[in-house]
């Protein structure tokens, strides 16, 4: 014993020595490896983000402003648009030519509550815009706020992407009543954003309906296939009512944070009276966008869990298993779930207090459902 | 005995509907039937109840009213739009939380002798009548909320110095329009 003890004490006097003469190069290469790692993860491009964002554009002409009239009385237009909670496929061409117009129009938000909006395209919340990662939009918004003089006096109106990469300054600039704004972005990120009118006061253009959704789908397209997909919009109104019936937008509500209405799509309740549709065994895909201003929203369905959420909708952006997503205001998110068997999935926003207020809808699954386009 | 606590009953009664009476009324925007200048001048605030344009410059001229008020200046908010009550002007207030008087402007009188077209849009008058200043608050519509321009509370520290107004006369920066006739409106590209 005390001879292989000898020899093992040799042996590791040996190793000690070897130790000694590499140790310092090898801890300076495992270092610098570590190091490399490291840098490679946190702050450098991993190899799926170099490969999805190689061809990234950034910058793009002045924006043109002009007092050309639209051609036509539609309020938007483009085949890259839809009116939520349909998402229309995305168009297959590279450029996706878009208009979507700012009108002033009474809004039923229930059988009895009217109110006064300013809108994208005449809808509340605005048209969903599908395209996909690496196209390029053009898009062209005429201010129509001079043509409804009775409703609210016409007004400065803009639209702020949140999904392009742009001079604010130039591309988000206030468009004067009767005017015309065009200009170009391309859509860098995949993802689920928000764009709203940004012309002061913001909050005011916001409770008044000015909020809509942008999905930039991924250039690779997403790692699942769906059966079904819907948008939905979460937005709070804040309203208080006139002597003569009518509502008006209460800006002191709102900064309060004391909702009239909070609601999927414009309208609270909407999908429990005429609720979404799907089949048994289905997977379905919603696009959910947190619009606020306000409030945060903690998007559920009753009677499943996601097994795939993509925060802000990108699928780098990957969580499973969820029971609940939280989005803060004008946070998006891509939520997936399979439709367990016949019956009635109620979707929240699981702060109750918005229930109340309308933050609640249904998807009635049924095995004689049309399947989806 | 009894009548006497009756009668102290209803003198309480009527003291306390009083001083409610009072107090709601203190908290309610008045309406002025005239515009009356303060010792050094007023202001004429053209406003609209639906315009999202004024309130950037909500602090700026709670701010103003506060320092110049007892400098003799005297501040009234005015509507002249088609359409405006005095339910909508107080739906105004309660929203902006001014306390200065307000004046409809009904039949637009304001609005043509001044010229006003936009809304938020000044006018200092002296404590003849004369104009001093016309112009926009200032410009924070345009930066986001930053003020490179404080247009209105130069134009006042002059008035109050007993200065001429350094830039007498600035073009309206955007807002909304004054609406006074519903079949024309004026439409053109400015900057």
Known sequence: MKKTSKQGVAVSNKFESLLKLLGLPVCILFLLLSAGLFINDCGGESKSESLSLKDAVYGSPKAELSMEKPASDELFSGPALSVAPEVNPVPNTKVHEVRIDVTHSEVQVDSIVKFTAWAFGGTLPGPVLHVRQGDKVIFTMTN??????????????????????????????????????????????????????????ILQHMIYGMVGMTIVEPKEGYPTKVDREYALVQSELYLTKMKDGTYLADMEAARQKRATYVTFNGKPAQYVKNPLKAKPGERVRLYVLNAGPNGTSSF???????????????????????????????????????????GTYTFVDHEFADVELGAVGQIVAKPDEIASK | MLVKKFWLAWVAILLTF??????????KPQRAKSIVSGSRGAV??????????????????????????????????????????????????????????????????????????????????????????????????????RVEHAYLQDALADIIAGKPVRAPEVPPLGGCWIVRDTTTVPCRLEK
């Open chain 1, 144 to 201: 129509r706020s001079d043509q409804t003089i009775k409703l609210s006096p016409p007004m400065p109106h803009s639209i702020d992407f949140h999904a392009a990469m742009v001079n604010p300054a130039d591309k988000y600039q206030q468009v004067i009543p009767g005017g015309t704004i065009k200009f170009e972005w391309n859509a860098n990120y995949p993802g689920v954003f928000m764009y709203h009118c940004g012309t002061p006061a």
């Open chain 2, 18 to 27: 009083s001083l409610v009476t009072i107090s709601l009324a203190k908290d």
């Open chain 2, 44 to 145: 004429l605030l053209f406003v609209a109840s639906l315009c999202p344009c004024t309130d950037a410059h909500r602090v700026m001229v709670d701010n103003l009213v506060e320092q110049t008020g007892p400098k003799g200046i005297k501040f009234y908010a005015v509507f002249s739009n088609l359409g405006e009550t005095e339910e909508r002007a107080e739906y105004f207030y309660r929203n902006i939380g001014w306390k200065m008087p307000y004046y409809l402007d009904s039949d637009g009188a304001l609005a043509s002798k001044y010229k006003a077209t936009r809304t938020p849009q000044t006018v200092a008058l002296s404590p003849q009548g004369k104009v001093l200043f016309t112009g926009p608050i200032d410009d924070a519509n345009l930066y986001q909320g």
């Open chain 1, 300 to 342: 559920h369905v009753v009677g499943t869990l996601f097994d795939r959420v993509w925060m802000d909708g990108s699928p780098q952006n990957e969580m499973r298993g969820m029971q609940t997503v939280l989005l803060g205001s004008s946070n998006g998110a891509i939520v997936e779930f399979v439709v367990p068997e016949a």
